[in-house]
T-cell receptor, first 116, second 112 residues
Framework: AQKITQTQPGMFVQEKEAVTLDCTYDTSDQSYGLFWYKQPSSGEMIFLIY??????QNATEGRYSLNFQKARKSANLVISASQLGDSAMYFCAMRELISGTYKYIFGTGTRLKVLA | NAGVTQTPKFQVLKTGQSMTLQCAQD?????MSWYRQDPGMGLRLIHYSVGAGITDQGEVPNGYNVSRSTTEDFPLRLLSAAPSQTSVYFC???????????FGQGTRLTVV
């Protein structure tokens, strides 16, 4: 079963508008962490935002915010005021304890295209 | 700051050849890991290390070996390359488990 599910293979958004990228996760751990990364066409992986399972407030980093709904096991990334440079692949990832060791699991990604 | 340095950027191997992908970080991070990225799939964890002398398997470890003799270096060895190992490989380091991962630039490996 998929641990991290990103159901949107591709998304379009108009420049300056907000966009939400979906991420749902599956874990039985009480303590876990959720991450979002951006991968531009140049290929590097760039960290965007982190949310801990015990964090009561939704994480925010500049134009990025994480809509964390623990009961629904969702951790959607919201990008406000989209810019052309936001066009990229976006990956949701989870840090989970598996068989006594911590491992990181990535989703399959969402390709975002910002339109001028 | 160099961050995470990964070499080479591109490599073509023949089936059965061996090689080592190098990864070095200068941030004194304890946690280092190797991932592979295939089309239509997210990153999959190959091996990771929580400190010098300590390594463990990730999701797809078969055909790969790692060692961590120093905090800075975490090389990935392909013992006998197979076409199924054609992929983009990323090395990453983290200060802690709940902190951001810093990634290398990636290595595009083709096995023919």
């Amino acid at each position: 079963a998929q641990k991290i599910t990103q159901t949107q293979p591709g998304m379009f958004v108009q420049e300056k508008e907000a966009v939400t990228l979906d991420c749902t996760y599956d874990t039985s751990d009480q303590s876990y962490g959720l991450f979002w990364y951006k991968q531009p066409s140049s290929g590097e992986m760039i960290f965007l935002i982190y949310q801990g399972s015990y964090d009561e407030q939704n994480a925010t980093e500049g134009r990025y915010s994480l809509n964390f709904q623990k009961a629904r096991k969702s951790a959607n990334l919201v990008i406000s005021a989209s810019q052309l440079g936001d066009s990229a692949m976006y990956f949701c990832a989870m840090r989970e304890l598996i068989s006594g060791t911590y491992k990181y699991i990535f989703g399959t990604g969402t390709r975002l295209k910002v339109l001028a | 700051n160099a961050g995470v340095t990964q070499t080479p950027k591109f490599q073509v191997l023949k089936t059965g050849q061996s090689m080592t992908l190098q990864c070095a970080q200068d941030m004194n991070h304890e946690y280092m890991s190797w991932y592979r990225q295939d089309p239509g799939m997210g990153l999959r964890l190959i091996h990771y290390s929580v400190g010098a002398g300590i390594t463990d398997q990730g999701e797809v470890p078969n055909g790969y070996n790692v060692s961590r003799s120093t905090t800075e270096d975490f090389p990935l060895r392909l013992l006998s390359a197979a076409p199924s190992q054609t992929s983009v490989y990323f090395c990453a380091s983290q200060k802690g488990l709940n902190t951001e991962a810093f990634f290398g630039q990636g290595t595009r490996l083709t096995v023919v």
